[in-house]
């Protein structure tokens, strides 16, 4: 065998054993209970958490069953394992291989992973083999709850130095937020002078958008008053239509309009008619303003 032989032999061996790279996941959470609060968790919440619970074979011994899921930890750690036993992983860490789920299976990992006390500053990069939550976590409720603030990072302790000085940076910033009873994973923030609502829709993002452009169309998208959709974004493969509501109300005075605009939306939504001329430009022009996170 020549020289440029064995080279190129050596060079397909090499090749053959490395690790398939991450399939994109358009739905990183789809499969898991509460998929649009995960999606709300990773990409419209400032500070909440909820508790999960791993299988048995994925729990190292000494290491609890139960997690908690946060939007951010100290200095945007990945993971942590406190002192007194918790486990926290933060969903806006920065992680982006294609497949959230992938990416947040390996925080969990390895944060029950290290001893109490240390945080986890980085995982290894994700391959195809890697778990995803689905693989790890038991079927059960995803319950979130919203904080006024990020003192849930402590617990019963005292952060000191760096840390202790992102905590107080973060809850000077913290972006006030309700959850609506109305519907679930919508969300009512109040950023500087204005009021909005953000919904993370369960449904298929091209059909929610046929949904929303027939409502736009027919004058039938907003929320009373002079409330006005203002668009909506996409985030881990759903829809998140935003409202431009009136800075002098809150979240309950919306209750019964968000209800309202849910009924409308189902209609539209199991319309089978073709989107008229009015509807198809109506769709154009969200999707003009469409941004997509992440």
Request: net charge negative.
């Amino acid at each position: 065998m020549g020289k440029a032989s064995r080279r190129q032999h050596g060079t397909d061996t090499t090749r053959r054993s490395r690790p398939a790279p991450v399939p994109f996941e358009r739905r990183p959470f789809e499969g898991l209970a509460g998929e649009t609060d995960w999606v709300a968790m990773r990409e419209i919440l400032p500070s909440a958490t909820a508790t999960i619970t791993v299988k048995s074979a994925h729990v190292p011994d000494g290491a609890p069953s139960e997690a908690t899921v946060a939007t951010v930890l100290p200095m945007a750690w990945p993971g942590l394992h406190r002192a007194d036993g918790t486990v926290l992983i933060g969903t806006q860490s920065g992680n982006a291989s294609g497949d959230a789920s992938r990416d947040l299976a390996a925080q969990l990992l390895a944060a029950l992973a290290v001893d109490a006390g240390v945080p986890v500053l980085s995982t290894p990069p994700v391959t195809a083999d890697s778990p995803r939550l689905q693989d790890v976590l038991e079927d059960a409720t995803f319950e979130v709850t919203l904080h006024e603030g990020f003192d849930f990072w402590v617990g019963e302790q005292e952060l000191e130095g760096d840390a202790a000085e992102s905590l107080a940076r973060a809850n000077e910033s913290i972006v006030p937020t309700s959850r609506m009873t109305s519907l679930p994973s919508a969300y009512w923030v109040r950023i500087g002078d204005r009021a909005h609502i953000r919904l993370v829709l369960p449904d298929d993002e091209d059909a929610a958008t046929d949904a929303l452009s027939r409502l736009h169309a027919a004058g039938d998208d907003a929320l009373g008053g002079d409330t006005r959709l203002l668009g909506a974004f996409r985030a881990c493969g759903l829809l998140v239509p935003v409202w431009d509501l009136d800075p002098e109300l809150g979240a309950d005075d919306y209750e019964d309009e968000l209800a309202a605009w849910h009924q409308r939306y189902q209609k539209a939504l199991a319309s089978d008619v073709a989107l008229t001329a009015e509807e198809r430009r109506a769709r154009s022009g969200l999707l003009s303003r469409q941004v997509t996170l992440r």
